[in-house]
């Protein structure tokens, strides 16, 4: 059948913070780029980060990217990379410089330099107290950021399909990627984009779970499109519980507040993080404050008429500090919480935020996989960068403002990656296969002829509660074992959902429904990956862990010091090792994590 | 159409001088409100002699140049809202201008005549 | 102390269309229950369309950021988002169309294009030729104060579609949400493009068509005020001129 192709240098899925970064840098190179886009570059979820970026910029106070290394070391709980995580510190000051020169409206201290807030995890001198690395534009740092990002794509005259949704990978015998297909919601044609190189930005799935900061967006695209092509995941067990959303909406409440000085109370007024991390507080890393508010809601100290929920105080912070670094903190807590801030608390509680895995890459944003012998062999014409990558900088629990960063940073090498590929091997486009587009149209075709099937909507709320329930914050091997059943079943309904609306016309019923195909590839590797890991790391706590020597706060570096990879095919698992040795500094040795 | 076509560069000229315009009525009308509270209006001959006075004259004839240029810009202001064809704005602007310029001469002409 | 939970029946009148179906466009009469978890306009519209799949209308962050979900409700524009359910009155049904004055692509859907062409045509990006230099450029946190109120638009178009100058020119008059940015730019002390600025704005239609009606200031779910940035792009034209 004859189908429209349509031929780029380089392609990039998604136009958020990292997607629009490695647009730059291939617009800039004079590559012929297009940038496929679901929502209006701007509508990109990034615009939802509040807090800052992090870079030892030492602005306000000493600080260097050695120590913020280490934290992010710390705070992955060891599973992270140390060569990526190097590399990631140390183009922080240039990433952040950057957008200053792009125009983007940081805050300023007096002497004309950005304004750094304190954030969870970010300390001094290798852990010794909480240090101002987060580059801040008042709480609306993604909105600045993704603004500036995409103003000066305008400027280098960037192509974007806005209102594109992208279908499937294409990928060839031989395993090399060749562009995507993609579907114009406005008029539902699908097309070929051809290219030498494709980059997925794609960002994160935090709509697998029931309650998340997360956009309605955020349903893990590029995850389903890498999974359906061959390519495993990594490390999708981890997920980052936010501590504060706001009890009952989920709308995130940005650890900057706790940065300028907001403090976790219990039911009693208590200010409970002092017990659990007595050295940084309510400054503690995400993983573990969101387990030590559950634990006192567990222990009937949470507050509200069930009980469910902590409070996050500011009333004790000067009003007009709270006005002009927190401005939409505020009105979140009237729209959403109904409580001024200034004078009450806000009703806190963890929520599903962000996906420390994704597709495997390495720290120039090639997508890796196992070859023989070879655990890290990049997949040629294939790049991925943001939530949506494993790099991997985060490990079992990313930093806050850390994932800015990870965007400009690996978006960028990401798209420097594809520029050197592209001139290096300048030859001419590869053929595509014959049939490049016949699975995105049979999965079209199949929704479109589906009789008797199951309903999106009731569908998806079923795999989110299962998420939510299985594999939440703290799990319970009994949970998950049963989790990995429930999820199996989940997905033979996804693979039987039916439409009412066939229009051709901007399809959202037909939108939703492909999307449900991408975020159940997700439910399904985080559930399996979870289910195997038979240790407490990071964000990943089970019950059947048990703090001993060996095995601190359940931690077993013998045994699960290793990334899980899980293949679509046959729901496979396999590992590969940590990288520990850092680029070009000692690296950072194992120890038990405190805060 | 996809191109643009834009940029007569003016704008804040007449936009300044419909501000100064509408100043320049506003304090006449006071002007006028307060002769008129003082008495100048108590008989017709006592309005005619007010009205003749050089300066009185001078700040009506001020009066209706600003009056005038005022709704010239506000006229085809409303003209370039609603009226798309060029031929059409054209000819409404030339006909305006004709109206108003008539007006304005007329108005000098009773002045003058007092 | 648990209070039973307030169902509340909510009646919509939504504005439909469908080019591919539908022959003309027509007003929906449809209702949905909602527990008190439902406190935004948006939420029950979700109800609504796991009821009616064909709903179709744009949404994301959920949390008035994104700008998506912008829409024509009980004659105002606003983000569904950030409108309380509770404030609708009782046995009056919320009415819901598309924002005026753009093409309707389908439902609560319209096609933006002349919209973001406005903001494109006044160049928003940080014009400055200096060499770079290896750090930030330095900035008082009083210049730094200048761009609040004008960086934070979404780009929702609340406003632009709720301007009668826009509606009658939307080929040549900026719009209210263009201008703001032209002035976020003009306002910014790293800018150095500000003549040329004022000299793409220096226009009968682009900048001159409006006159203060203010309905963009009336709907901005941000606050923001247009009308003011407009004004200080006239004062700094005068400033220019004499």
């Not at chain 1, 008429?305 to 004790?316: A, E, G, Q």
């Not at chain 2, 005038?68 to 006229?75: D, N």
């Amino acid at each position: 059948m004859t189908y429209t192709v349509r031929k780029f240098d380089a392609v990039v899925v998604g136009a958020g913070g990292a997607g629009l970064r490695a647009a730059l840098q291939l617009s800039e190179s004079g590559l012929k780029t297009a940038v496929l886009t679901k929502v209006f570059p701007t509508r990109s979820h990034t615009v939802a980060a509040q807090g800052g970026v992090a870079a030892s910029l030492g602005n306000s106070e000493e600080d260097n990217w050695h120590w913020h290394m280490y934290d992010t070391i710390k705070g992955s709980d060891w599973l992270g990379d140390q060569d990526a995580i190097e590399f990631m510190c140390r183009q922080a000051n240039q990433a952040v410089v950057e957008l200053e020169h792009y125009g983007m409206p940081f805050d300023r201290v007096d002497n004309g330099k950005i304004y750094q807030r304190p954030f969870g995890g970010h300390m001094s001198n290798f852990g010794e107290k909480p240090v101002r690395r987060s580059c801040a534009a008042a709480d609306r740092t993604g909105h600045a950021m993704l603004h500036a990002l995409y103003q000066r794509n305008i400027k280098v005259n960037t192509q974007f399909f806005v209102e594109w949704q992208a279908l499937d990978l294409i990928r060839d015998a031989d395993g090399e990627v060749l562009g995507v297909v993609a579907m114009d919601m406005e008029t539902s044609e699908v097309v070929a984009f051809h290219a030498k190189a494709t980059i997925f930005a794609t960002g994160g799935a935090g709509r697998v779970y029931y309650s998340s900061t997360n956009a309605f967006i955020n349903t893990g695209d590029g995850l389903g499109m890498a999974a359906r092509a061959g390519i495993p995941l990594e490390d999708m067990e981890f997920w980052q519980f936010h501590p504060t959303g706001v009890a009952g909406a989920g709308v995130l409440i940005t650890e900057g507040v706790r940065g300028e000085g907001g403090i976790l109370r219990n039911a009693d007024g208590e200010r409970f993080m002092e017990r659990y991390a007595p050295n940084a507080k309510d400054l503690a890393s995400r993983d573990v404050v969101s387990r030590s508010m559950l634990t006192e809601i567990n222990e009937g100290r949470g507050a509200g008429p069930y009980k469910d929920y902590v409070y996050l105080d500011l009333t004790h912070l000067d009003p007009q500090v709270i006005l002009k670094r927190l401005p939409s903190i505020h009105e979140i807590g009237i729209q959403f919480a109904g409580v001024d801030c200034l004078k009450e608390y806000i009703p806190v509680v963890p929520t599903c935020h962000y996906q420390m895995g994704g597709i495997p890459t390495n720290r120039f944003g090639q997508v890796v996989v196992t070859k023989g012998n070879d655990l890290s062999s990049p997949v040629p014409g294939f790049y991925a960068a943001g939530e949506c990558a494993c790099a991997s900088v985060h490990g079992a629990n990313r930093l806050g403002t850390n994932s800015l960063l990870d965007l400009l940073v690996f978006g960028k090498s990401s798209g420097e990656a594809a520029v050197a590929s592209i001139r290096e091997n300048v030859k001419a486009h590869k053929p595509l296969p014959v049939d490049a587009i016949e699975k995105s149209l049979a999965r079209l075709d199949r929704l479109n002829t589906q009789k008797g099937g199951s309903n999106v909507h009731e569908t998806r709320v079923l795999m989110q509660r299962t998420m939510q329930k299985h594999a939440g914050v703290f799990r319970f091997s009994q949970l998950l074992k049963e989790g990995v059943d429930k999820i199996l079943e989940v997905a033979q309904a996804v693979a039987r959902t039916e439409i009412q609306d066939k229009s051709k016309v901007f399809n959202t019923a037909r939108i939703e429904a492909l999307e449900l195909d991408n975020l159940i590839e997700v439910a399904k590797a985080t559930m399996i990956s979870a289910e195997a890991r038979k240790e407490s790391r990071g964000a990943h706590v089970r019950d059947d862990a048990h703090d001993t020597p060996e095995t601190p706060d359940g931690r077993d570096d013998q045994n699960w010091l290793k990334h899980t990879l899980w293949h679509r095919d046959g729901n496979r698992l396999d590992y590969k090792p940590v990288q520990m040795k850092p680029l070009s500094v000692a690296t950072i040795e194992l120890k038990k994590r405190t805060y | 159409m996809s191109r643009l076509v834009v940029g007569a560069h003016y704008g804040i000229k007449d936009w300044l001088a419909q501000r100064i315009t509408a100043v320049l009525m506003a304090i006449y009308t006071l002007v006028i409100f307060a002769a008129v509270l003082a008495g100048a209006t108590s008989s017709h001959d006592a309005w005619r002699g007010f009205m003749a006075h050089g300066a009185v004259r001078s700040v009506t004839f001020l009066f209706i140049i600003s009056l005038g240029y005022h709704a010239w810009v506000g006229v085809r202001d409303i003209w370039m809202d609603y009226i798309k064809p060029t031929s059409v704005r054209i000819l409404l602007h030339v006909l305006t201008l004709l109206v108003l310029i008539g007006y304005v001469g007329w108005a000098i002409q009773i002045i003058w005549r007092l | 102390m648990t209070t039973p939970l307030a169902m509340r029946t909510y009646h919509f009148k939504i504005y439909r269309y469908d080019p591919d179906k539908d022959a003309k466009p027509y007003m929906q009469d449809i209702s949905v229950v909602c527990d008190p978890m439902d406190k935004k306009l948006l939420d029950a519209m979700v109800k609504l369309k796991a009821k009616d799949d064909s709903l179709s209308f744009r949404r994301s962050c959920r949390e008035g950021v994104c700008g998506s979900d912008a829409m024509n409700i009980n004659g105002k524009n606003g983000l569904a988002c950030l409108t309380d359910l509770a404030a609708f009155p009782e046995g009056k049904p919320i009415v819901l169309r598309p924002l005026p004055g753009l093409p309707v692509v389908r439902d609560l859907i319209v096609d933006m294009t002349q919209f973001f062409k406005q903001y494109l045509s006044i160049k928003p990006y940080l014009v400055n030729d200096d060499p770079l230099p290896e750090r930030e450029r330095l900035q008082s946190p009083e210049d730094r104060e200048e761009l609040n109120g004008l960086y934070e638009c979404i780009m929702c178009a609340c406003c632009t579609t709720a301007c009668p100058s826009f509606w009658w020119n939307p080929d040549k008059f900026v719009g209210p949400a263009g201008l703001l940015a032209a002035y976020r730019f003009i306002a910014d002390t790293r800018d150095q493009a500000t003549n040329e600025r004022l000299d793409n704005l220096e226009d009968p239609y682009r900048l001159f068509r409006c006159h203060t009606i203010m309905n963009c200031v009336d709907v901005c779910p941000k606050g923001l005020n247009p009308t003011k940035a407009i004004g200080k792009i006239k004062e700094m034209l005068v400033q220019r001129a004499v």
